[in-house]
């Protein structure tokens, strides 16, 4: 530590989605002086959401929000908002109509995981033959703790191969993991990284028979809860500038960032959290000499984006939709996308005349460059196959957002060139969904937890504040915890016996 007292609480975030507001709301509690620099011209990233000249409400894709997130449900209720639909059961659609209908596993008995999963999920056509293909997975799924020996054993394989050595059969990976692929890791089996995979299916799938289970907004994330709790951020001291996109670091002789370069203006600091995603800080190395210096900034342009697309449109009339949200696969190879009937989900379009449909699809590159009125009746055709009705419905209005390289790609080999939340500064921190963390959540509760993770690393290098409160994720059951000893103590054996000569 340098410096007096009084000055060693200045902070700087930079990039205002749910990492870098999670991090500026606790140290601002904590009596930091904290700046939060946000490129664009409002806070959320890419849970944003704005309105259209029309008055519409538009965001960048419907965002679910599954039972395991503890500790953004924890901040719901410490800002006292209620936000949230109730939990809701989803479908999946392949162009042969409906395949899956999903109850809400919380309300069924509960049975050591994942048999709840496998017995309650209802499969309109996998033959159970396929279904029980997977049983073999299990023991990826127990051998896989999350460590950074596992993450070494497993992210330079695909998830197509990880499949394909565990004897899955191709309908099953074809018509269940590869759907669950690209809109969980946002890209096809081929080019997922296993350990990423099997990181994100325990997460969200089967860890616990809830986990599963969804809430939505009752409108944009951006108004429902960044707008409070934005505003509880500023009442809390911080400052939250808009419309400043970073570029550099300075960087003092003995390995302290002293500022915070943001076009012509210099914020001065004690400390720095990045929070922007990986093309963003990509960006920045790039017009950053004091980054580019470190071995660890420039490998990232090793990591890299997938491209988005969220489309929603108005139609003329109500059609009936028989869950407010469904996953769709098969439609374009490498291709998921999604739809969500927003007159059931948000408050804004209950009593909309018409229907008013989200439809987000998932590696879109080939999509990006095609214009709206292409877009528009493609996203059309594709809904008409899953719900008839929407085949003489009328578009009275749509938007189309195109998100390119916006979420980050878990692409095999990747782990090595990603960030932890320290750095080779001492007091530079990371956060962000793609930051390497132990606590084994993803998505929007992993970027709010990472940004408490670097929060609490500023506290203990700076000595000023209590740490946050971090819910960790719910432990393994009893038999989980009871087969991940029994391989452990294997491994070490194995290892203990064996050279080490083979490939991890
Ligand atoms: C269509 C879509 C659907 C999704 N669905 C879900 C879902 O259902 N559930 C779920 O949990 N997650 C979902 N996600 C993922 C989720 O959005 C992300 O995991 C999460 O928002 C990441 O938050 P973050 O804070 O890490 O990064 P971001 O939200 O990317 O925030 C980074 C911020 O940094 C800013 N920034 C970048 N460069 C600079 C700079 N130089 N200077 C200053 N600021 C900068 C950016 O403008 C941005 O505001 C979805 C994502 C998309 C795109």
Redesign the pocket.
């Known amino acids: 530590m340098t410096g007096s007292s009084q000055q060693l609480h200045r902070v700087v975030v930079?990039?205002?989605?749910?990492?870098?507001?999670?991090a500026t709301y606790h140290l601002a509690k904590q009596g930091y002086e904290v700046t939060l620099?946000?490129?664009?011209s409002y806070?959320?990233?890419?849970?944003?959401g704005w309105k259209t000249a029309a008055g519409r409400s538009v965001e960048?894709?419907?965002?679910?929000?599954?039972y395991p997130?503890r500790n953004i449900f924890s901040l719901i209720d410490e800002l006292g908002i209620s936000p949230f639909t109730t939990w809701t059961r989803s479908s999946q659609y392949s162009p042969a109509g409906l395949e899956v209908e999903s109850p809400i596993f919380q309300d069924l008995p509960q049975l050591p995981t994942p048999l709840g999963t496998f017995l309650y999920t209802q499969f309109k056509r996998l033959p159970l033959i396929d279904r029980l293909s997977a049983l073999p997975l299990l023991y990826a799924i127990v051998d896989f703790d999350n460590s950074d020996e596992a993450w070494w054993r497993y992210d330079s394989v695909t998830a197509r191969e990880l499949f394909k050595q565990f004897g899955v059969s191709a309908r099953l990976y074809r018509d269940a993991f590869e759907p669950m692929l690209l809109?969980g890791l946002?890209a096809p089996g081929e080019q997922c990284s296993a350990a990423a995979t099997l990181g994100m299916l325990y997460f969200f799938i089967l860890a616990h028979q809830p986990d599963f289970d969804?809430v939505w907004c009752r409108g944009t994330v951006g108004e429902k809860i960044f707008r409070p709790w934005v505003e509880r951020i500023e009442k809390a001291g911080a400052r939250v500038l808009p419309n400043?996109?970073?570029?550099d670091l300075i960087v003092d002789s003995s390995n302290r960032a002293t500022g915070v370069v943001?076009g012509d203006e210099v914020f001065d600091t004690d400390a720095v959290i990045f929070?922007?995603?990986i093309?963003?800080?990509k960006?920045?190395v790039s017009a950053s000499p004091n980054l580019q210096n470190r071995d660890q900034f420039r490998n990232l342009s090793n990591l890299g984006g997938v491209d988005?697309?969220?489309t929603r449109l108005w139609f003329d009339r109500k059609i009936h939709i028989p869950r407010p949200s469904n996953a769709c696969f098969g439609f374009d190879t490498t291709t998921g996308w999604t739809f969500f009937d927003l007159n059931a989900l948000h408050d804004e379009y209950k009593d909309e005349p018409g229907t008013v449909i989200e439809a987000?699809f998932?590696h879109a590159n080939q999509f990006l460059n095609l214009s709206d009125s292409e877009i528009v009746p493609i996203v059309q055709n594709y809904l008409t196959t899953c719900v008839p009705a929407f085949r003489e419905a009328k578009v009275i209005d749509s938007s189309v957002i195109r998100?390119p390289n916006?979420?980050?790609h878990f692409a095999p080999g990747s782990y090595q060139h990603m960030l932890p939340t320290s750095t080779s500064f001492s007091n530079v921190f990371m956060?962000?969904?793609?930051?390497v963390t132990r606590h084994g959540s993803?998505?929007?509760?992993?970027?709010?937890v990472?940004?408490l993770e670097a929060a609490n690393l500023v506290i203990s290098h700076l000595g000023k504040g209590i740490p946050a409160d971090i819910l960790p994720v719910e432990a393994d059951e009893a038999h989980i915890q009871g087969l991940r000893q029994i391989n452990q103590t294997l491994r070490q054996f194995s290892k203990s016996i064996l050279p080490d000569f083979w490939l991890p």
């Not at 956060?431 to 930051?435: E, N």
């Open positions: 930079v990039g205002a989605g749910w990492a870098g507001l999670s620099l946000e490129a664009g806070p959320g990233g890419l849970v944003a960048a894709g419907i965002h679910g929000f599954w997130y809109v946002f969804v400043r996109r970073v570029t943001c929070a922007v995603g093309n963003g800080m960006k920045i988005v697309l969220a987000d998932y998100l916006a979420v980050s956060s962000g969904d793609w930051i993803w998505s929007q509760e992993k970027a709010y990472t940004g």
